[in-house]
Nanobody, 110 residues
């Protein structure tokens, strides 16, 4: 069974950037959708971005600031986050179908 492991979270100042990585222990099919979600303290988990072989899409709250990409050869999905805001603070999770990673914490604060 595929396992997903996220990395790249940390503390960043408002306006800064981070790149999250999600590496699968097994092979990622280029036809499978890969997504990022996030959960802020006291809030429900929300969808952030998705990528498939045909398209990418983003939540309105991150559109124009975040970029999702996939490297099939490395079995890795990335989330490049620019112009970060305090409201982006959350645990970010990688997702493929029923499989979830353990999450990586992103804190945006001065």
């Amino acid at each position: 069974q595929v396992q997903l492991v996220e990395s790249g979270g940390g503390l960043v100042q408002p306006g800064g950037s981070l790149r999250l990585s999600c590496t699968a222990s097994g092979r990622i099919s280029s036809f499978n959708a890969m997504a990022w979600y996030r959960q802020a303290p006291g809030k429900q988990r929300e969808w952030v971005a998705v990528t498939t072989s045909d398209y990418t899409n983003y939540a309105d709250s991150v559109k124009g600031r975040f970029t999702i990409s996939k490297d099939n050869a490395k079995n890795t999905v990335y989330l490049q986050m620019n112009s970060l805001k305090p409201e982006d603070t959350a645990v970010y999770y990688c997702n493929q179908g029923p499989i979830w990673g353990q999450g990586t914490l992103v804190t945006v604060s001065s």
